[in-house]
């Protein structure tokens, strides 16, 4: 592939680590064979307790590593790598998962997709399943937010993924921050990803930040990686109650109050009819057991009464 060179210049592409070694590495590795340049790429460690991030930085001499001294979760400890890769200066920043695979030439489509929309905010591509090799299924191609529902709405996910299908650059609901280029004029305008949001969501934050500017969001179906998912979940009760924290926070932070109670008043009606049925469901795909069914409805509850009290705290039994 020949190399396309942006005249506005540098790209910086942000990976966030936490006890996650090898699949950096090998993101890494592949990140070698990016056919953008200049490229810079930072690694921003969330004070993994595993030992294998020295190495990682012997390894790859030409990548800035940045140690934080607690886990800061994925909002606030991509923040951190997105202020030192500007430092050197990029035009475009990039919010890459460490648990992916990447194609040479991913980059180029986004750069070219940014430049060529001054409304767009964020760009990202279509991210397919790795299942212990590279598959054409889809896990992201472009998607939504269900706002009764609180719920994404990924198109196509788990079917096969025909480019001839999808030749075009769209504009979609939210791109999800396993893969999201962001430009330095944009982060300027709109800000950071939003702290509150320990970990998950904050793309969906960001995405419905960004069209109250004016501003949005574009699927690039030619820029490809692969992901690894759900390497960073625990699949425990704990992590469902922060889950269901962080989607009620978003709608209480996008709408005035008396739209967000009568919005929340709606919502807990879904979930104690229909709505805790099909979570349960949902998490069982994703590696809950039959068994765990209790517990998951115990955390979402818990969740619904949080948020009647006005407590909705993201890192909610979380250790420092």
């Known amino acids: 592939m020949t190399t396309w060179n942006a ?4 790209v910086a592409v942000v990976l966030l680590n ?4 090898d699949d950096t590495r090998h993101c890494l590795r592949s990140l070698a064979g990016a056919t953008y340049h200049p490229l810079d790429v930072v690694v921003c460690d969330n004070a993994s ?8 930085e012997v390894e790859f001499p030409a ?3 940045i140690r934080n001294p607690v886990n800061l979760g994925f909002a606030a400890g991509c923040n951190v790598g997105i202020a030192a890769a500007r430092e050197n200066g990029p035009t475009h920043v990039v919010l890459l ?4 695979l990447v194609t040479p030439g991913f980059l180029e489509p986004l750069v070219q997709a940014l430049d060529r929309d001054v409304r767009a905010g964020v760009a990202g591509g279509t991210i397919l399943q790795w299942d212990g090799s590279a598959t054409d299924r889809i896990w992201y191609a472009g998607g939504s937010l269900s706002r009764l529902k609180g719920e994404i709405v990924r198109p196509g996910f788990g079917e096969r ?5 999808h030749p075009d650059v769209v504009e979609t609901g939210f791109v999800s921050g396993c893969l999201a280029m962001i430009p330095v004029r944009v982060l300027d305008r709109v800000g950071p990803l939003d702290e509150d949001f320990f970990f998950g969501v904050e793309d969906l934050e960001f995405a419905w930040r960004l069209e109250q500017h004016g501003l949005r969001s574009l699927y690039v179906p030619n820029s490809v990686i692969w992901h690894r998912s759900g390497r960073s979940r625990t699949l425990d009760a704990g992590e469902v109650h922060r889950s269901y924290t962080a989607k009620i926070l978003l709608q209480r932070k996008r709408r005035r109050r008396l739209a967000y109670l009568a919005w929340l008043a709606a919502y807990t009606l879904y979930m104690r009819t229909t709505g805790m049925h099909s979570a349960a469901e949902r998490l069982a795909g994703l590696g809950y057991s039959a068994g765990q069914t209790r517990d998951i409805r115990a955390s979402i509850r818990r ?5 009647w009290r006005g407590e909705l705290d ?3 039994g979380l250790s420092a």
């Open 7 to 10: 005249q506005t210049g540098r």
């Open 18 to 21: 936490y006890n996650g070694h």
């Open 49 to 56: 307790r595993s030992p294998g991030l020295d190495a990682l």
């Open 63 to 65: 990548v800035r590593f």
């Open 97 to 100: 998962n460490n648990d992916t």
């Open 161 to 165: 993924f025909v480019p001839d299908a």
């Open 303 to 307: 969740a619904l009464e949080d948020a």
């Open 314 to 316: 993201t890192r909610s």
